[in-house]
């Protein structure tokens, strides 16, 4: 009888997840999933085995049949392996958070976002949104790694180490709107009824459908934006300005203590050779720099006050170096010196 009950509790899953499930079978999924911890911890899991898919990830529309079929055998292999929910690093809590580790079938480094369980997301049936109190989605990428993830309006966005985006789970229905904190590459998918914004203390970013890098990590001196494609407009968080719209191969630094803007031109290609484990610095800050680093290669660097001002210029490949080699580099333009102390770099 219990095994009867959870065969139709996987099918309305998969309904739920194609968009298909009925709003009278949803309140009872959502009422079944409320009774036990037990029905909660169940449907938790199998939606996490269920995002783990690449297919998923990028919002395509499925095959009610095969995806069902691929959804019980993932069910079946973790069963078998008796996959903890602890091991794929889901923590619920007010403001939950998907960490992410790695999922050996699909995924290396980055990993997909885990939709999680009650109360559920907004479900979309036709043009009606049905909405339940829920709390954001908060991404988050380890140092020493980066991740790659679909947003539900179908952009594509990579995370550098380090970075943290939040946005609501009402996202591609009632706005657009991401808080952020470090550096992503945005592939965005063009809704002019729904502009893109991206809000940071210091910045705001709005566009409708445009690829860009936009970096500002909190301990950073500078915000940057490189733009590829299309057009996007700035607005100054940190004095009144008029808006500063950037056009392909142009870039925008900020200085947060001052909140001066300053444009310029700039091959943008280069801003975003990082998600193929690339360190690329146009002109940086040796103190930006070294955060970077200490994101890249999760190591501690402490930079010497007369060397604040510093900037470089420069590309390194991540895999095949070393942080002793990159130091070494940078060292040869004789323009700093590095020493190894008490388990930290030491530029001066």
Known sequence: MQHDKHTQIDEWIVDYLNGTLDRNVFDRLTQWASETEENRRYIRQHLELWFA???????????????????????????????????????????????FGSWKTYLRVAAVILILLLPFVGYWQGKEAVRHSFSDIVVEAPMGARTKLYLPDGTLVWLNAGSRLAYSQGFGVDDRRLNMEGEGYFEVSRNEALPFEIQTREVGLKVLGTKFN??????????TVNLMEGKVSLHNEVKSMPELYLAPNEKMVMNKLTGEMIKTRTDASRSNLWINDELFFDEDLLEDIAKRLMRSYDVQIEVAD??????????????GNTIEEILSTIASTNQMCYRYENGKYILY
């Open 214 to 223: 936009f970096r500002n990590y909190s301990d950073d001196e500078e915000v």
């Open 306 to 319: 007369s060397l604040r001002n510093r900037r470089f210029y420069g590309s390194f490949t991540v895999m």
């Open 53 to 99: 898919s690449e297919e998923a990830a990028k919002n395509i529309s499925f095959d009610k049949e095969k995806a069902f079929q691929r959804f019980l055998e993932r069910t079946a292999v973790a069963k078998e392996n008796e996959i903890p929910v602890a091991d794929i690093h889901v923590f619920e809590k007010r403001k939950e958070r998907v960490y």
